[in-house]
């Protein structure tokens, strides 16, 4: 599956927005983009005017490959235009 602008502007977007620490998105079993927000001391740092944002590409981790195949025995359309959000722990 070809990875679009729209897939990335898609996962950026909520860690901008909403604050989130991680968002995955799924295009497949094999390919996922993945979009991580640097934390300092597992908090955003909201002094700073810049934000690191890790963008990785490529075939799944093993405990995403192990989420994929439980959500696929339950759903079938688990992979279908879904995003995953994590947002940092309040503290």
Known sequence: MKITRQGISDIVIPILEAEAKKV???FDEK???KATRK???GKIDKRGKTID???TI???NYAERRMIRNAL???KRF???RSLVIFPMKG
């Open 79 to 81: 992979l279908k235009d």
């Open 73 to 75: 025995k339950t759903d």
């Open 39 to 41: 934390l300092y001391n």
């Open 24 to 26: 995955i998105k799924f």
């Open 53 to 55: 944002i890790v963008l």
């Open 58 to 60: 490529g075939p799944p």
């Open 31 to 33: 390919i996922r983009i």
